[in-house]
């Protein structure tokens, strides 16, 4: 069966860090794209960040570039999110996803499995 499971949110200060993973089986890792989407409450999930796992090409939304990185250990299956610099509009949900390759990394339809979600919030 294909998992994804997501992991490492927690409670932080604003300007802190903290470093997501999402541990990939079932399914050939090499084959898809990764994605990190995020979802505040009562807000729509959208898209923080994709990886190809084949070749490494990344990709950001705005409100992420130059405080997210996004990398992948292909040897463990395992996609990271390292977040520095959090803001408290950081807070939410964070979501892993696979999709195929040739998709667009930010349109959730786009995904076709996702894992359970992990919980990062942002205090003052």
């Known amino acids: 069966d294909v998992q994804l499971q997501a992991s490492g949110g927690g409670l932080v200060q604003a300007g802190g860090s903290l470093r997501l993973s999402c541990a990939a089986s079932?399914?050939?890792?090499?084959?898809?794209?990764i994605g990190w989407f995020r979802q505040a409450p009562g807000k729509e999930r959208k898209g923080v960040s994709s990886?190809?796992?084949?070749?490494?090409?990344?990709y950001y939304a705005d409100s992420a570039k130059g405080r997210f990185t996004i990398s992948s250990d292909n040897a463990k299956n395992t996609v990271y999110l390292q977040m520095n610099s959090l803001k408290l509009e950081d807070t939410a949900v964070y979501y892993c996803a696979r999709r195929p390759y040739g998709s667009t990394w930010y349109k959730r339809e786009d995904y076709d499995y996702w894992g359970q979600g992990t919980l990062v919030t942002v205090s003052s």
């Open positions: 079932g399914f050939f890792f090499d084959d898809y794209a």
């Open positions: 990886i190809v796992t084949r070749d490494g090409a990344t």
